[in-house]
């Protein structure tokens, strides 16, 4: 089964930006909802953003919004979360999913990829 691929995690100080990718292919077409999550060690899996397939609609969650923006390109099968003044709560494993609905509830995904580190810190 394909899952999704991220990359693009690191280590950034407060206020910076970062933009984590997620290379797709299969789960770009209008079908799927792709969406980004993040957990802390010892946490439940938080949503973060997440984005139409059809009509490329958006949603993130109040700890991010006016911060981060969810973006895709079909064409090459991605999907990007640009993170901009990033704070330390930011801190946390970033996971891609793709899923059949426009929810950010971890358990209407069944797509994950593995994760990429995020670290907010001076």
């Known amino acids: 089964q394909v899952q999704p691929v991220e990359s693009g995690g690191g280590l950034v100080q407060p206020g910076g930006s970062l933009r984590l990718s997620c290379a797709a292919p299969g789960f770009t077409s209008s079908y799927f909802v792709i969406a980004w999550f993040r957990q802390v060690l010892g946490k439940e899996r938080e949503g973060v953003s997440c984005?139409?397939?059809?009509?490329?609609?958006?949603y993130y969650a109040d700890s991010v919004k006016g911060r981060f923006t969810i973006s895709r390109d079909n064409v090459n099968n991605m999907v990007y979360l640009q993170m901009n003044n990033l704070k330390p709560e930011d801190t946390a494993v970033y996971y891609c999913?793709?899923?059949?609905?426009?929810?950010?509830?971890?358990?209407?995904?069944?797509?994950w990829g593995q994760g990429t580190q995020v670290t907010v810190s001076s």
């Open positions: 999913a793709a899923g059949n609905f426009f929810v950010l509830d971890a358990r209407k995904y069944d797509r």
């Open positions: 984005i139409s397939g059809s009509s490329g609609i958006t």
